[in-house]
C-alpha cells in the first residue's frame, strides 16, 4: 500500500489560499488609499487574480462592494474658480498654437523646396569616377 502523501499537498494548497488572500486584501488596501476606483477588475489586475475567485471570497466580495459605492458617492472635487481659465485665457492659447501650427506648415513647405531643389541638383550632376551614382541613394548614418 502506497504511503498517504495527502497532508503536504493540503498544507500546501492552504498556504497558497492564504498568500492569494493577503495579495488581494493588500491589493484592496492600496487602491482605497491611492483614491483609485476600487473595482472587481481594479483589484483583480493589482493582486494578479481572476475576477471569479474575487466574487467566490464573501468577505472580499463585500469590501470591494462597499469600497466602490463609497467612492461612487463621493463627488469630483470642483476646480476653484481662480484656478480655471476663463474663455478669454483658452481662446488666446487656441489662436497661439493655430499660428505655431501656421508656421511650422510653411517651415515644412520651405525645407521640401530645399530638399527637391538639392535633389534636383544632385541627379544634374555628372558621374565622378570612383564615387556613387547620383542616382543612388544616400547612405543615412
Request: aromatic share 2%; proline share 9%.
Amino acid at each position: 500500500m502506497r504511503p498517504d502523501n495527502t497532508a503536504p499537498i493540503i498544507a500546501a494548497a492552504r498556504h497558497r489560499r492564504e498568500l492569494t488572500r493577503a495579495k488581494a486584501i493588500r491589493a484592496l488596501r492600496e487602491l482605497s488609499h491611492a483614491g483609485t476606483p476600487v473595482t472587481f477588475e481594479a483589484v483583480a489586475r493589482q493582486a494578479g487574480v481572476s475576477r471569479s475567485w474575487l466574487y467566490a471570497q464573501p468577505d472580499i466580495r463585500t469590501e470591494i462592494r462597499r469600497l466602490r459605492n463609497a467612492t461612487a458617492k463621493t463627488p469630483a472635487p470642483a476646480v476653484p474658480a481662480r484656478q480655471r481659465a476663463s474663455e478669454a485665457s483658452l481662446r488666446s492659447r487656441l489662436e497661439t498654437a493655430l499660428a505655431r501650427n501656421r508656421e511650422l506648415a510653411t517651415e515644412n513647405q520651405r525645407l521640401r523646396r530645399q530638399l527637391a531643389h538639392a535633389l534636383g541638383d544632385r541627379r544634374a550632376q555628372p558621374p565622378t569616377p570612383g564615387k556613387a551614382s547620383p542616382h543612388e541613394p544616400i547612405p543615412l548614418r
